[in-house]
């Protein structure tokens, strides 16, 4: 379960929403939003005491917000770390820079140096379980020809044997002794048809810089073992890593040799020729290409024990968050083809499923699930012929078990998380969310006498004339207009709305809408609209956006025929 920070939850003031301006507004763009604002909070346009202290405290903010968007400085850090940065740590950098493209770097270099630091503090573990399930009896069962018949009659005897024939563990974990230095321990353990094995591995890498690293690694297990590798960047487009391996074992020395010259060929493609000598020796050529939505891998290795040709292509859905992955392969061991999906699944974690074919080897289906660093994976033999049958059910029943799974245990426990994370902030911002409220209801208060001022100069020239605003959580009938909506945790900002109209037209930018004056968010969490009923000309117009919309008022597609 993954909760955010106090520090990260915290509400924070968003100047460019409150001044109704975009990220990329000019100087001119502040000062005319900071000019019209100050028409409607200056203390000195309220006589009434009351009124006088809420237009201080609302003007405090107006001349905030303006004093940090208009100076090129403050502006730069706000960008980049929001008011967190206008902190000590800020004005710091201020005086020792001038510029905010020198603010900007400075900030980056400090974000790096600080995810740095962070990076030394974890272990950064990593692990991998594997269980091969064989499954064969399903499809393909075995009886001895003198037992058929008793078998026949045996209903027990006539259950599939399903059994684990082999399982893989392995676990990492890194302990960074400087910024260029880094100690790995890994273990592994593996035990098939009865017999098992193990090995440990410890390893040291020191990074000269980014251009090259050499490691130093030591292994025990089936003998030990005492590999060197390094990685060096040639030129722009080429680069290479490679090393050498000595294994003792009883029988002598057995040296191994490995190494890949990898070329960028274009912006997304890259090319690799690889050599593996040793016991077994072989010599591959590859070629990936990676763009945004497809990826293709084409794949010639010659050697031993086994030659063969792959060609691979992954679609990406990236709205989906889905990757589609076909793969054809045959070489000296026979043939395979194999098709599957990867899903994302939440925040942390992708479960990916695959059909394999071959010749001689039969159909597979594996399924792997990775949350954070840790991967699961699960291969489990259906068949050791191609027959439809386990095809289909390899196909079919991972689809029907993600749906299933999805909709009864995934989305449940994602709206759970969601709530429990909206709780949190609640409690972490509830101090802040009443300040929020009273603030709004004192700035609409202000704006009393400006929206009687804009809305009676609308109506006397028939221009825009707000009739009703509300902003909030709205489920609305489809079938009903006008005041027959369902509303729940809503607020009335029709007058705010009209004080934003300027000669007859209205503009509302890409921001949280939550942080306009008069604003504040009803339905923390929650998603949030904005619904206006309007008149223009004296034609009626309706018009519904959600809290990340723009908005721009009057446009014929409001038009409405209710009158």
């Known amino acids: 379960m993954d909760y955010d920070s106090d520090e990260e939850n915290v509400m924070e003031e968003d100047y460019y929403s409150f ?16 000019r019209r604002l100050s028409r409607i909070y200056h203390p000195d346009k309220h006589v009434d005491l009351d009124l006088k202290a809420k237009a201080e405290n609302m003007f405090n903010k107006v001349k905030k917000a303006y004093e940090v968007l208009s100076d090129p400085h403050t502006r730069a850090i706000y960008d980049s770390l929001g008011t967190k940065g206008l902190e000590t740590e800020g004005w710091e950098i201020v005086q020792r820079t001038k510029t905010p493209a020198e603010i900007r770097a400075e900030y980056e270099q400090l974000a790096e140096e600080k995810a740095e630091r962070r990076k030394k503090q974890a272990t950064n573990p990593s692990g991998n379980i594997t269980i091969t399930v064989n499954a064969t009896d399903i499809f393909n069962p075995y009886y001895d020809d003198y037992l058929e018949e008793e078998y026949e009659n045996d209903i027990i005897s006539n259950i599939p044997n399903i059994e684990v024939s082999s399982m893989q563990f392995s676990q990492s974990v890194d302990f960074p002794l400087t910024q260029k230095d880094t100690c790995t321990l890994s273990g592994q353990l593996q035990t098939q048809n009865g017999t098992g094995g193990g090995g440990i591995n410890m390893s040291w890498r020191h990074i000269f810089s980014h251009k090259s690293w050499t490691e130093l690694e030591m292994a025990a297990g089936s003998g030990p073992a005492l590999s060197f590798k390094g990685f060096r960047t040639l030129t722009r487009r ?3 890593n490679g090393g050498t391996i000595l294994q003792f074992t009883p029988e002598g020395v057995r040296p191994g040799i ?55 292509y992954t679609r990406k859905m990236l709205s989906q968050e889905l990757k589609l992955r076909i793969a054809v392969k045959a070489g000296t061991f026979g043939g395979v083809l194999e098709y599957g999906a990867e899903k994302k699944i939440s925040k942390h974690s992708n479960l ?40 289909f059910y390899a196909t079919a029943v991972p689809l029907v078990l993600y749906i299933v799974v999805k909709k009864g245990f995934v989305e449940p426990f994602l709206r759970d998380e969601k709530n429990k994370k909206v709780e949190k902030q609640k409690q972490n911002n509830f101090n802040k969310l009443l300040e929020r409220r009273k603030e709004a209801l004192a700035a609409q ?21 707000i009739i009703k605003a509300i902003y909030g959580k709205i489920i609305k009938d489809p079938n009903q207009h006008g005041d027959n909506e369902v509303t729940n945790e809503v607020l009335d900002v029709t007058v705010p709305i009209q004080c934003l109209v300027k000669d ?9 809408k939550s942080e306009l004056p008069g604003f504040f968010d009803p339905a923390f969490g929650e998603e949030k609209m904005l619904h206006i009923i309007y008149n223009y000309h004296d034609q009626p117009h309706e018009i519904t956006v959600t809290d990340s919309e723009s908005l721009r008022l009057p446009k014929t597609a409001h038009r409405t025929n209710i009158t």
């Open 238 to 240: 080429f680069f290479w």
């Open 445 to 465: 208060e202000l704006m009393n006498a400006t929206y009687s001022r804009i809305r009676d100069d609308e109506s006397n020239k028939k221009g825009l004339v």
């Open 258 to 312: 490995m190494s890949t010259l990898a070329m960028q060929v274009d912006k997304h493609s890259v090319g690799y020729l690889t050599y593996q000598g040793g016991v077994r020796s072989a010599f591959t050529t590859q070629i990936i290409r990676d763009t945004e939505k497809n990826r293709y891998n084409f794949s010639i290795q010659v050697g031993l024990p086994h030659s063969f040709v792959l060609l691979q």
């Open 504 to 512: 007859s037209k209205l503009e509302i930018y890409v921001q949280n």
């Open 19 to 34: 001044l109704n301006i975009p990220k990329e507004a000019s100087r001119d763009d502040i000062n005319n939003a900071y």
């Open 352 to 391: 990916s499923f695959s059909v394999i074919c071959g010749v001689p080897s039969g159909v597979k289906l594996k399924i792997r699930l990775t949350r954070a660093s840790q991967t699961y994976t699960f291969p489990i033999h259906l068949c050791e012929e191609i027959m439809p049958a386990p095809v």
